[in-house]
């Protein structure tokens, strides 16, 4: 197991490795995956390279990125959201009903799940957690989830399996939001702590395929297979334990550390490698994983109260139209990627196809900023008003694997129509202060979401998007009433317009999440989130 030091020491040689480019092939999740190899066979041990360091592991922070990527391999969750069909599969729940009106579900649980501590999953235990997830505690520090839970009205066990859920007004996405990673389910023994307490690696207690073993605070964690381990998700390869004997997580900041660590065979996987190591890895022999969780794209998100300039639906519209998202594919990312085709995942149920009616359109980008009475010009090509010029200062955002260069190309792209966007660098704290100011126009979003229902929820009155509009919140409700189906589809579709029509968000690239695996390890898939589920997974000869 290589040194932290070694790892950092590894980023010079990384970056000195000649790669040989390959135009290499696609699946249908945004990359070519893992093929061929012999029969599963149990052990083996791998390293898994993380870009940041791990945050804290209590149930609210499960979903930050770092931590998410050991906590998945952890905790399981009542019910499992399949991204390859969007539907739902039994896990700690084996069953489920719900009432027409979406105000009360039954699930039925396993009676042969333990946690890690030895004690038993049962229907107390799951009511205690769901009563964290939707109240909270304020005075141990422990948040409510929301908006998941906003209608969540209580729980109780109906049996010696079975534990009844009551919503205060229908919602029905709340089934699915149950197989979000934050709701995973802990022990007794966790949830009788506070939150720094909770937030203690060792101290997760869950039911999943691998058990905490050891740190290195700041640098590296080791998870080791859970012995007895036998309730996956119902869309689980296997049964039984999992293959792997344990996963070394090791943070490795930089890009270049990445691959070198990768191609010289001292780690076995990696999350976010460059963009521009994607397809020489693939070349080698690696496995590529274009994960695209389900949820909203990618996008630029403004905020129409910000300033008088952008609060002008034209100068909004300009910046949607003046946007060529084909040409960030190109320009920025490859063919592992693929522009947004509207504002939710195209593997998202409820995904409707609006992409082309808002599309790149420069000529219409000037009729608009024209009509808005932007009409001279700077010797620089920037539009005037009142010797004012049309220029916003933009933070490219810190949580995206080529935020400098996409950021840099859109304002490329404006400047043709004669909108400048002055790129401000900026580090992740200074970036969060700074989009959360209400004068700060624009922000970067790609939400990942086990229903759609869970993705504009900031745009309802009064919220923090500066939209105040009853037609709007109703699309919102309806979208929260009504099951899948053709008229929750239309809700979907109906509310992206609105949103895209007012110009409050432009859709850019769909969300991704990418995974380099080595040749010979096998099994690996990205779960509904994108994040990396190693239970299935195994190491060939």
């Known amino acids: 197991m290589p040194a932290p030091t070694l790892v950092r020491r590894l980023a010079a040689v ?13 699946g249908a999740n945004g990359g070519s995956g893992a093929g061929g190899g012999g029969q599963p066979r149990s052990g083996g041990d791998i390293i898994f390279l993380e870009n940041g360091e791990f945050a804290g592991f209590a149930q609210q922070d499960l979903r930050t990125w770092q931590t998410s990527s050991v906590a998945v391999n952890l905790f399981d969750r009542l019910v499992y959201l ?139 964690i080791k998870i080791v297979r859970r012995a007895g381990y036998n309730w996956p998700p119902g869309t689980a390869d296997h049964t039984g334990e999992a293959y792997l004997n344990s996963i070394t997580y090791i943070i490795s900041s930089e890009g270049a550390s990445r691959t070198g660590l990768l191609l010289s065979g001292q780690a076995h996987a990696a999350r976010d490698v460059l963009i521009t190591d994607e397809k020489q ?6 496995h590529y994983y274009g994960a695209r969780p389900f949820g909203g794209v990618r996008d630029l998100e403004i905020n129409p109260s910000a300033n008088p300039v952008i609060a002008d639906p034209r100068v909004r519209q300009a910046i949607l139209h003046g946007i060529d998202r084909n040409e960030l594919i190109t ?13 939710v995942q195209s593997n998202t149920p409820g995904f409707v196809d609006i992409g082309a009616e808002y599309g790149f359109d ?65 580090d992740r704290s200074t970036y969060n202060a700074q989009v959360a100011k209400p004068d700060n126009p624009f922000s970067w979003g790609h939400t990942t979401a086990t229903d759609v229902n869970q993705l504009w929820n900031r745009y309802r009155s009064k919220g923090l998007g500066g939209l105040n509009d009853p037609a709007f919140d109703q699309l919102l409700d309806t979208i929260k009433a009504v099951p899948v189906g053709p008229r929750r589809t239309e809700a979907v579709g109906a509310a992206q317009r609105y949103l895209l029509d007012n110009a409050l968000i432009v859709p850019l690239q769909e969300t991704q999440q990418s995974f380099v695996t080595a040749p010979k390890l096998q099994g690996f898939v990205p779960e509904t989130l994108g994040r990396s589920y190693f239970y299935d997974a195994w190491l060939d000869d």
């Open 331 to 343: 320009g920025v990312y490859n063919d592992n990627w693929v522009a947004a085709k509207g504002l």
């Open 14 to 26: 990384a970056a000195g490795l000649i790669l040989v480019t390959s135009a290499v092939a696609c």
């Open 362 to 426: 420069p000529a219409r980008a000037n009729r608009l900023l024209d009509e808005a009475g932007w009409t001279a010009k700077g010797a620089d090509g920037i539009r005037t008003k009142d010797g004012a010029r049309l220029s916003f200062r933009v933070y490219p955002e810190s949580q995206w694997v080529v935020p400098i260069p996409d950021a840099e190309l859109i304002a490329i792209q404006l400047a043709r129509v004669g909108i400048q966007f002055e790129i401000v660098k900026v």
């Open 82 to 220: 399949d991204p390859e069909t969007g539907k739902l599969a039994p896990w700690l729940a084996t069953a489920w009903t719900v009432n027409d009106a979406a105000t009360e579900i039954e699930l039925t649980l396993r009676t042969d799940v333990t946690f890690s501590d030895g004690s038993r999953l049962t229907p107390e235990v799951v009511v205690a957690n769901l009563n964290h997830l939707g109240f909270g505690d304020t005075a141990r520090g422990i948040t409510p989830s929301r908006p998941q839970f906003a209608r969540y009205a209580g729980s109780e066990p109906i049996g010696p399996d079975k534990v009844r859920i009551r919503l205060s007004a229908p919602d029905t996405g709340f089934l699915n939001n149950l197989g979000d990673l934050r709701h995973s389910i802990v022990a007794a023994s966790t949830l009788a702590l506070g939150y720094e307490q909770a937030s203690e690696l060792k101290n997760a207690i869950g039911s999943g395929p691998f058990v905490f073993a050891s740190e290195k605070p700041g640098s590296e």
């Open 281 to 286: 890895l693939q070349k080698r022999g690696f």
